[in-house]
């Protein structure tokens, strides 16, 4: 492979960590950690679809980032208001700006860059806060601004096509030689293979593929740990 791309939230850190601190400040109950893990996840479906509907101009930005939290605790029986949905956003926003790269992804950046592989960014979410997570990730030590993509910058978000077309035309990348990796199935997976790229599934919350599935990714990992072993033996100092 000569270009690898990746993606950002919960494939280059655990995103979790940062709704764990945030849930066990807010609120009272005494969750367990399997319990939050479980309000995490659905959350974050929560977060895709209403995040699908943000893009499309249906609901605000605010209604996406609020609701979002309210739909998971909703779920779970959780009493919550809009208030209080706000105030869970602003201290998540706080949380996420201490977050750090899994200690592989960082050894993996290394040696893709020693190697001299062409790496990018390309993250779903609006500009500022995906910004301002890829300066506390100190991604630009590996990846210039010009190859780090927003998709509240391009104007289109994964996994349409339009977003992968128009980074293989500011990186001139060939797709024969390109890998994308990201966590999510529907927007990272299927948006790459769409595009005629290789994709490789972070799937660290081990989720199962969806059952309509029409593409498969190249490869699965279920570890940061995986991730980089598998570049080892596949992509670094191999021939592409």
Request: proline letters at 3%; charged letters at 30%.
């Amino acid at each position: 492979m000569d270009t690898i791309i990746f993606d950002v939230d919960d494939t280059l850190y655990d995103q979790a960590q940062s709704f764990h601190k945030t849930v066990r400040k807010l609120f009272q109950e005494p969750f367990s950690d399997e319990e939050i893990d479980q309000l995490y996840k659905v959350s974050r479906k929560y977060s895709e679809i209403l995040f699908d509907q943000c893009e499309a101009g249906g609901i605000s930005k605010f209604e996406w980032q609020t609701g979002r939290i309210i739909a998971a605790c909703k779920d779970f029986n959780i009493p919550i208001d809009t208030e209080k949905a706000t105030i869970f956003h602003e201290m998540y926003v706080v949380e996420q700006k201490n977050i750090t790269l899994f200690p592989e992804v960082e050894e993996l950046l290394n040696a893709l860059y020693k190697e001299g592989k062409q790496l990018g960014i390309l993250t779903n979410g609006e500009e500022k806060h995906q910004a301002m997570k890829i300066k506390q990730l100190g991604l630009s030590h590996w990846i210039p601004v010009e190859k780090t993509f927003i998709s509240g910058t391009i104007g289109h978000a994964k996994p349409k096509r339009e977003v992968f077309n128009f980074i293989e035309e500011k990186m001139d990348l060939d797709q024969t030689k390109t890998v994308y990796i990201g966590d999510n199935f529907e927007k990272d997976i299927i948006g790459a293979k769409q595009a005629g790229w290789q994709a490789v599934w972070m799937n660290h919350r081990k989720k199962d593929v969806p059952a309509n599935a029409t593409y498969k990714p190249d490869k699965e990992v279920h570890s940061a740990e995986e991730l980089l072993d598998l570049f080892v033996k596949s992509f670094i100092n191999t021939a592409t």
